[in-house]
């Protein structure tokens, strides 16, 4: 077997206009797996990493649970959310954790929400007909003001809602700097207001509840649960949990949309077939799922693949591995692409085309499909989700129309395999009934 040193370098390329640019920024991942293979090492942060990439890789990197060490490769999320946040656990506390978040997660449970879910999205959208807003903040508001409605029942103000908004748009960014970096930027002195702020409000929240205050959501059920936890989770332990149910991933769920919404506007056919399809649409239509509406879930699938908002996952290997012939000793830094297969012509017919009827047409093999990772990390909010992102689709061209102020380019950026596009920005307007012929 080869060794880790025998693995093929890709040089980063150092462009003159680097300036302000991360090397990740600069390196293109495509063009290296094509040059390269499944396996190759890659310079990031000054430091020596192992990407794998392709089908192959997804199936190996997700084929065994206590392959990857997350507490050490997740450290931004401990820095921030403590020691008990479940990205960053491993081995059987991590599984433990999934168990107790079950009740918050599990798609029983978030569906029942599915009316209520409809009707805050609704509202939130009709209160706000003829104002002109960023698509991205719509979204990202109107899930959030909907979470906070369903499966964290709180009184949000307007002003707490963007400060919850803009903790979670600072927060994440930091995850994936350098030991460094990542200090200097938690310690801004903004930041740790915002923190203040969340974990202040949610503290407060906590304990009205654990004092007996009882609401109908999935909080609710988490507590009503704990008892079978191996123990009783302190106050802060469930100040995460309570993160986690009101805001966590909506940032990505709302980049989806956005992204996603752009590409749509370029396929007026397939709007138009859409809105058809959606005609009679209601907050109790997803109750049963979504067989009835096959174009809402093919476009939503291709939303998913063209726009993976986590396309690359650091990981750390924690045993011995081998991969295609190559060791990986215990402690390898290891870069996972996992949606690189989203871009590979060999799996998805001109993959940086927009095509939502190809959902309809073909089946594709799971593992090509990264979005949401897998094995034991797999998203813990990918029900969630996949419950908003329809609802919100369907709102948005049931119920009103789009006059978007421009149509910003959408540029393919392969070093991630993420397109990008600018933000829209636009207003929503009551949708024109169809006038009888
Ligand atoms: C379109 C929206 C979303 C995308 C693309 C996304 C993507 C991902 C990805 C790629 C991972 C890493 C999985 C792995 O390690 O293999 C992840 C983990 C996670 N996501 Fe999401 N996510 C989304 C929405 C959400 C939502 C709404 C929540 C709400 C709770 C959420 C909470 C989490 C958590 C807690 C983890 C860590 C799970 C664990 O380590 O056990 N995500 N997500």
Request: hydrophobic letters at 40%.
């Amino acid at each position: 077997m080869a060794t880790l040193f025998e693995i093929p370098h890709y040089n980063s390329l150092r462009l003159a206009d680097s300036r302000g640019k991360t090397e990740m920024e600069l390196f293109d991942h495509m063009a290296a797996y094509r040059g390269l293979g499944n396996i190759f090492r890659v310079n990031f942060r000054g430091e020596d990493w192992v990407c794998v990439a392709g089908l192959k890789a997804n199936e190996w990197s997700w084929g065994h649970p206590d392959r990857w060490n997350y507490e050490f490769s997740q450290r931004g999320f401990r820095d921030v959310m403590g020691p008990t946040h479940v990205t960053q656990m491993d081995g059987p506390p991590h599984r433990a954790k999934r168990k107790a978040l079950k009740p918050g997660f599990a798609m029983s449970l978030i569906a029942r929400q599915i009316p209520a879910i409809d009707q805050a999205v609704q509202k939130f959208f009709s209160d706000r007909v003829g104002d002109t807003w960023s698509m991205m903040n719509l979204f990202m508001e109107s899930l959030t003001e909907a979470n906070s409605k369903t499966v964290l029942v709180t009184e949000l103000s307007p002003e707490a809602r963007r400060k919850f908004i803009r903790f979670e748009e600072d927060f994440l960014p930091g995850i994936s700097k350098s030991d460094e970096d990542r200090a200097a930027y938690y310690a801004r002195p903004e930041f740790l207001e915002l923190r203040e702020f969340v974990f202040s409000y949610l503290k407060e929240l906590v304990e009205s509840r654990l004092a007996g205050q009882r609401e109908e959501d999935n909080f609710q059920t988490m507590i009503d649960q704990a008892g079978d936890r191996s123990r009783i989770p302190d106050i802060n332990e469930w100040i995460p949990e309570a993160y986690l149910l009101l805001m966590a991933g909506t940032g990505n769920t709302a980049r989806t949309l956005n992204c996603g919404l752009r590409f749509l506007q370029d396929e007026p056919e397939w709007y138009e077939q859409l809105r058809i399809e959606l005609t009679g649409y209601t907050e109790d239509s997803f109750l049963s799922g979504m067989n009835g509406y096959p174009k809402l879930k093919a476009t939503l699938m291709e939303m998913e693949r063209i726009f993976p908002a986590a396309p690359v996952m650091p990981k750390q290997a924690a045993v011995d591995l081998e991969f295609e012939g190559y060791e990986i000793p215990t402690g390898t830094n290891v870069l996972h692409l996992q949606c690189l297969t989203h871009f590979l012509d060999d799996i998805y017919e001109e993959p940086t085309r927009f095509k939502p009827w190809r959902w309809i047409e073909k089946d594709y093999p799971k593992k090509a499909h990264g979005t949401f990772g897998g094995s034991t990390h797999i998203c813990l909010g990918v029900n969630l989700a996949r419950i908003h992102m329809p609802i919100v689709l369907a709102n948005l061209i049931r119920n009103f129309s789009l006059e978007l102020e421009a149509l910003p380019e959408i540029f393919v950026n392969l070093n991630y395999g993420v397109p990008q596009t600018s933000e829209l920005e636009g207003k929503l307007m009551p949708q024109v009934e169809d006038q009888p012929a």
